[in-house]
């Protein structure tokens, strides 16, 4: 009797086994931590290292000042869109890369426009050594046009064109969506993902701000979208949408979208969103600052983007904190956000904390929470 049973213990135990090791060999997925459903808590930021193989990293930049600085790895394949927002600003992006640069080499340097919150830390000063003379550039990418005639534009194009001089390659957003002579509108980085130069109207037009002629581009993987804008504002994405929509079928569903110009008014109008229906939004900007307007409604992430993103989505990120502008008070808000792809699964982790800004106290006390996110709120 107490064979049997033995036996019977045995063959269950086989048929566990075998079951068992027939999902391992059918490539069964375990449960993943990728993806967050809303309301879902994030991942600590004490996360074991990122092992997956592209990363979006959106850059503190070391100062009180708003800025961009994107940084891209894939591989071997290293992408740095802006250096802003000061000359300081590469130090503090300098260290960041150099945790994940193998090869000391920038495949690709994106330069969005020619304001100084974004191509400030490209040059080197006397204090500081600027990112083109601190690591060989491959290819730059930059904007046709600029009205700017600052000291800080003249500085960069400096650089950029000493960086041409040492072997570096440039070409305009232009002559990149054009396949003008080598420039190319896509650049293959490998198993398929791709860094594509998408056309802006700006980028052969005068009458924009100079935020609207900001290089727009997005990274493709395994057909899902990553978009940044830059600085582009109202007109510039009207143009954009109303363009794709013509001539290429459409912008497409944005898993990813860089919060055009720092979360501003002026910027993820109701088409842009409309048309790309945002998943994931990154704001790089210092929450709360009073640099460019002190207005409750507009400092960044302003009202307005608030309510313009939240049907979509409520997983809105941001860089930095400064609550006090006037006394250069400034720390982390999420800090440096990682979004990690790996797959069709993605992963925000942030260096501070992965709060959602609707999750933070920043927005409780400064924001009116829409609708939309309300309704979130209700399905936790
Ligand atoms: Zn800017």
New binding site residues.
Partial sequence: MLFMKKRRFSAALLIILIFLSGLISAGCKLPSTYGTKHGQKNIPPDDPPITTDLNIHFLELGNRY???SIYINYGEIDILIDA??RTSSAAAIKAYIDEHIKDNKLEFVIAT?G?Q??IAGFYSVNTYTGIFDSYEIGTIIDFPRTNSTTVTYNNYKTARDIAVASGAVHYTALQCYRNEGDAQRIYDLGDGVQLEILYNYYYENNTGSE?DYSVCIRIIKDGNYFLFT??LEKNGEDRLVDYYAEHHGGLGHAVLYKAG??GSVTSSNEKLMAAITPEYVVVTACVGTAEYNASPAVVFPSQAFVNRVAPYTDKVYATSFVPDYANNVFTSFNGNITFSVQDDNFKILCSNNNLKLKETQWFINNRVIPNAWKSYLRRK
């Fill in positions: 708003t800025g961009d802003g927002s426009h304001h919150d974004h935020n830059g600085d110009h720092h």
